[in-house]
């Protein structure tokens, strides 16, 4: 494959491009406007080809010797690569992820408030980090976080898989959560609705790929 073809599907800044009189050297592979290859020409001449069939001569790789240029529409080009790279964020899905803390001797009542928020944010096509707090001596009872998350993997199993094991995390215990079914595939209203006070408070997430917004939710 040729630079001018590696730089067109790398979509590399459009403004690093040179064109025309901005290109400065003797002599350059030529490009022809439907990718033939020209062969090394004088600059000259180049920009007298561009001239006759009214096109751009652009610097599409300027580290090769000589530098690859390509005779183009760059008024079209800069149009098209802009509506592709819009195309493109459109269509990229931002990953969210909501958190839900608890405690490992959380009540039946607060218990399923809380699952019910869980509920609904799988239902949504979000994933789910699910946080048991310890405090005290709670900390020397590990296995009463890992049953209570046990508990809620197994009444989840119809909307979630597991898509990271509980583990300890310093006083935390951490499981994550994922649908089933990715955003767009849920099918309208088949969460159950948590209490009110439950809502989530979305914050930005470490860079990470890809990128992923926490939510955390109130403890109880």
């Not at 592979?29 to 920009?47: T, Y």
């Not at 099918?187 to 790929?209: F, I, V």
Request: glycine share 8%; with cysteine.
């Amino acid at each position: 494959m040729l630079p001018s073809a590696r730089i067109a599907n790398q979509g590399g800044p459009i403004s690093d491009l040179r064109i025309n009189d901005q290109i400065r050297t003797k002599e350059v592979r030529l490009v022809g406007p439907a990718g033939e290859q020209v062969g090394i020409v004088s600059i000259d001449k180049a920009l007298q080809l561009a001239a006759d069939v009214d096109m751009d001569l652009v610097e599409v790789a300027p580290t090769a010797r000589p530098p690859v240029c390509k005779l183009m529409d760059y008024g079209k080009y800069k149009y098209e690569s802009a509506q592709k790279a819009r195309a493109s964020r459109r269509n990229q899905q931002q990953t969210v992820i909501k958190e839900m803390k608890l405690r490992p001797k959380i009540d039946k009542h607060d218990y399923e408030t809380k699952k019910g928020h869980i509920v609904r944010f799988l239902t949504a096509g979000d994933k789910v980090k699910i946080t048991i707090m310890f405090r005290g001596r709670e900390q020397s009872r590990p296995e009463l976080g890992r049953r209570l998350l046990d508990k809620l993997a197994e009444e989840l199993a119809d909307l979630a898989v597991i898509e990271s094991a509980a583990k300890q995390d310093g006083r935390n215990m951490i499981m994550v959560v994922a649908p089933i079914r990715p955003k767009g595939e849920i099918a309208k209203g088949g969460g159950r609705k948590g209490g009110r006070g439950g809502d989530a408070e979305q914050a930005e997430a470490p860079a990470e790929a890809p990128a992923e917004t926490p939510a955390e939710q109130p403890e109880s």
